[in-house]
């Protein structure tokens, strides 16, 4: 090209930059939904730019490895390898202040018990129950199609199949991407029924009865309430609601889909024990519970008068935490509303103990349960079993963007884009959720081998302890009340007293 030609070509570039910015510049002034560009035309853009970057940014260029959230580098770091079949160890020591206030330990033994032949699993089922089920002591949590996209579903389900633990539907239904694999399924039944619904927002039992009877489900779980969004129901953006979703549900397509904040079928405590009976006699007497965010103590003692009332008890009951995770929810719900999973899961340990029913309820513990040292710790506060969702996503390459709720996850997993969607590959995938929950089940038994413990069951509240400042710490023996059992029938120590003469298994808006 001659040096006429090149300056031709140059100058006709700048000429059409030129307009370009100034079309720009004349759309900023004149447009009236952004202040920013109204003052600052052309160069206002690069505000959005940054503000669009910044979470990408923070991930991986600010934040240090140890204070990230929701999860932090080194957990992420423990997930990713642990999933791909690296052991991830670390060097050089804790990067933790192991000394700051708040800071928690596992208290090991100086004569370590040997590590137990077989992976310790719990039985679920109580007396009523014709067909219990072995549950492992971590599980996938409830996430549902149209919240995960169905490789999502597909990898997660063949992963648990190959592993030997449960995948919880969550309240979207049953899918036929749930069944492809044939993995074990929790199937989850919120306040919209989905997949059982009939025409009024009710329970179909016959449909119910058809799907719940099927063998590779093994236990049903009734939702009452989400640990990031208690007191709302589920939400599933518009952009997700595709045709197939929406016929799934049972409901509009491209309409934002909320299920109702409560249940149709029951109203009272008594209400809540008696539906979930009938549920175990249309499964065929598979184990039937509840999964919920701790409120107040009332309401948990409410339960509990409702179970003795009755004289029939949930066989498992889920105690999602307020940390717990979520597609899509308000902001004022996500951080200022329900109870964190240590306390919501002793408080419901301790109310099933002091009625003498804890022996036939199993607990779960749902909410930020990423690694070995989180199932030993829930299962010191109380809980037989843990859930992940979170973590479960990030085993099958979650990048935590925090996107979920747009239908644009770069990595497929949250989504029902097609072209997103393809870059999950479910036969890798798979692998790697089986591998994540092998790694991480066998490092708690570790951990609890290293306290002098060979099976679950001999965990104490004294062995997880807590730092109350530069100085002191304390276990969590002492720092909280633990029940007798039937302590609540005779006679109800000064801190429950009150909570246990206010509730009532008639109703759920006793106040206190």
């Known amino acids: 090209m001659s040096r006429s030609s090149l300056r031709t070509a140059v100058t006709t570039a700048v000429g059409v930059a030129g307009t370009a910015v100034g079309a720009l510049a004349a759309h900023d002034l004149t447009q009236k939904r952004h202040t920013i560009l109204r003052i600052y035309p052309v160069i206002g853009h690069l505000r959005y730019l940054l503000e669009g970057l910044r979470p990408e940014l923070q ?22 390898q642990r999933a791909k079949g690296i052991h991830g160890e670390q060097a050089f020591g804790t990067e933790r202040d192991v000394n700051a206030a708040g800071y928690e330990y596992l208290v090991h033994s100086i004569h370590p018990a040997p590590q137990p032949e077989s992976v310790p699993r719990v039985r679920i089922g109580g007396p009523e129950c014709a067909r219990p089920y072995s549950m492992a002591l971590l599980n996938v949590s409830a996430m549902s199609f149209g919240a995960l996209s169905a490789n999502a579903v597909r990898a997660l389900n063949q992963g648990a199949r190959e592993g030997g633990f449960a995948q919880d539907t969550g309240e979207g239904s049953l899918t036929p991407y749930h069944e492809e694999m044939g993995g074990d399924l929790i199937w989850e039944l919120g306040t919209g029924y989905f997949g059982a619904r009939t025409a009024d927002g009710r329970l179909d039992e016959d449909i119910f009865r058809d799907k719940s009877t099927k063998d590779q489900v093994k236990c049903i779980s009734v939702k009452l309430s989400q640990g990031a969004k208690p007191g709302i129901g589920g939400v599933l953006p518009a952009a997700k609601v595709s045709a197939e979703i929406a016929d799934i549900r049972g409901v509009p397509q491209g309409e934002k889909c909320v299920s109702p904040a409560s249940h149709a079928m029951f109203d009272t405590p008594v209400g809540l024990i008696e539906f979930l009976a009938r549920l175990r006699e249309l499964s065929g007497g598979k184990p039937v519970g509840v999964k919920l965010c701790v409120g107040s103590k009332v309401e948990v003692l409410s339960l509990c008068k409702a179970m003795l009332e009755v004289g029939t008890a949930p066989d498992f009951i889920i105690v999602d935490g307020s940390e717990g995770g979520t597609g899509a929810a308000p902001l004022e719900f996500e951080d200022h509303m329900g109870m964190p999973l240590t306390q919501g899961l002793m408080t419901m340990h301790n109310a099933l103990v002091g009625v003498g029913l804890r022996d036939r309820v199993r607990l779960g513990a749902s909410g930020k ?116 059992p039937d302590q609540l029938l005779t006679d109800p120590p000064e801190d429950w007293a009150a909570a246990w ?11 206190h």
């Open 59 to 80: 991930q991986y260029f600010i934040e240090r490895n140890w204070d990230g959230r929701p999860f932090d580098r080194d957990i992420r770091s423990i997930v990713y």
């Open 369 to 484: 349960v990423a690694a070995g040292n989180d199932i030993v710790k829930r299962i010191i506060q109380g809980a037989d079993f843990t859930n992940s969702a979170r973590a479960m996503m990030m085993a099958i390459g979650c990048i935590q963007a925090q996107r979920c709720h747009t239908g644009r996850c770069p990595t497929g997993v949250t989504t029902q884009d097609p072209y997103r969607q393809r870059g999950l590959v479910v036969e890798d995938k798979a692998v790697r959720v089986t591998q994540y929950q092998q790694g991480t089940v066998a490092e708690a038994v570790k951990l609890m081998a290293a306290m002098g413990v060979s099976d679950p069951s001999e965990l104490r509240p004294w062995m997880l302890r807590r730092n109350l400042s530069q100085t002191a710490n304390a276990s969590y023996a002492e720092l909280y009340e633990w029940l007798e």
């Open 501 to 511: 003469t206010a509730a009532s298994a008639d109703s759920f808006r006793t106040h």
